[in-house]
């Protein structure tokens, strides 16, 4: 698994691109960076390129991955995308958990759709 993070002056928008199969332990290592990288450049919306990754979450793990991400230091008030190559019934379940815990969180298929409404404010 692979990911890089870059940081989008114009829009003020993290961009997280990821590759490969993601993992909850691996997940709890990319969402330490994230975290330091927002506090970095003093942003709070990102956008996770999930397009080329492939989730291996158990339906308890996406339940637990809410109050895991906020332990990191993930805070409910950031604005989250997350992109997928299709939506599914786990990425529905994902948004409803965080969603449900207080996190300003959507997922997308469409990468333009999920930069529009992250930007919206």
């Not at 698994?1 to 990319?30: C, Q, R």
């Not at 637990?64 to 992109?83: D, F, L, T, Y």
């Not at 997928?84 to 379940?93: A, G, I, N, S, Y």
């Not at 207080?102 to 999920?114: L, M, S, V």
Request: with cysteine; aromatic share 12%; charged share 30%.
């Amino acid at each position: 698994m692979k990911w890089k993070i870059e940081y989008l002056p114009d829009e003020k928008i993290l961009y997280v691109k990821t590759e490969g199969l993601l993992t909850a332990e691996v997940a709890n290592l990319m969402v330490k960076e994230i975290v330091d990288s927002a506090a970095c450049y003093q942003c709070d919306r990102q956008i996770v390129d999930h397009r080329n990754t492939s989730l291996a979450f158990s339906l308890l793990e996406y339940y637990e991955r809410p109050a895991i991400n906020m332990k990191i230091g993930i805070s409910s008030k950031w604005k989250i995308a997350m992109v997928f190559r299709e939506l599914t019934q786990h990425t529905q379940f994902m948004e409803t958990v965080f969603r449900n815990r207080g996190y300003n969180f959507r997922q997308f298929d469409d990468i333009e759709k999920a930069k529009s409404w992250l930007l919206n404010e």
